[in-house]
């Protein structure tokens, strides 16, 4: 039996992106990215979306089932609550642009054409498709980064990144060379999941705050 898999360590979306052209050609590369094994079993690509000059940057885990089917992030049950909460902080998700740590959909399913049940990913694979991450807001220049959770913050900040230790607070840190203001809170996700959702949603719309605030 021949191995199908790549080397481990060339995992990364390195070699596929490209260094001009702007989010339009990121977009395009992206759609070919074949830099971890997790565009074999995904759909298609989910790149980030809204304006090239949005002020404010938010930054999620992953595409989850719909997303992986409308090629957009945050456009299933996670994004509907993120968006209800923006707007309860003031911030025009229309505004902003919406992007994830990892650009393919990870799932398992518990039996063949079953529903797909998301996966988190490994901060291996978040590691390999950081080239991406890197590139958009190098492209966007926005004033503030949103960041949604725990593959989000330790991605952009480093592993030792602890959501409870950090949400609602504004941080500053050079990251890939640009001095960034950055907002950290939960995943939306989490709040559908939490036992108290009324005080989980409470708890989002108060850091969103923050970061409204710190746009102001
Ligand atoms: N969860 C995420 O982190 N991102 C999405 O795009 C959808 C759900
Ligand atoms: Fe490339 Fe990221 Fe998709 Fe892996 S998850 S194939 S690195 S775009």
């Known amino acids: 039996m021949v191995a199908t898999r790549a080397p481990e360590d060339a995992c990364t979306a390195e070699p596929f992106v490209p260094d001009h052209g702007g989010l339009t050609a990121l977009r395009r590369a992206a759609a070919g990215c074949r830099g971890c094994p997790l565009h074999r079993d995904a759909t298609r690509t989910v790149f980030g979306a809204g304006p090239a000059d949005a002020r404010v940057m938010l930054v999620g885990e992953q595409p989850g089932d719909q997303e992986d089917r409308q090629g957009k992030p945050f456009v299933g ?120 959702r009324e005080a989980a949603y409470r708890g989002l719309v108060a850091d969103l705050e923050v970061a409204a605030r710190a746009l102001a």
């Open 77 to 196: 049950p996670a994004g509907k609550l993120l968006d209800r909460a923006l707007a309860e902080a003031g911030i025009d998700a229309g505004e902003a642009y919406v992007t994830n740590a990892v650009k393919h959909f990870k799932f398992t399913r518990a039996e063949p054409r079953k529903r797909r049940i998301h996966q988190a990913p490994t901060l291996r694979e978040a590691a390999a498709c950081g080239p991406w991450l890197a590139a958009e807001p190098a492209v966007v220049e926005p004033e503030l980064v949103v960041v949604l959770g725990a593959t989000a913050g330790k991605t952009l900040l480093g592993s030792s990144f602890r959501v409870t230790e950090v949400r609602g607070t504004v941080l500053e840190e050079e990251i890939h060379g640009r001095r960034e203001r950055l907002v950290p809170t939960v995943h939306p996700s989490s709040v559908l999941r939490a036992d108290d």
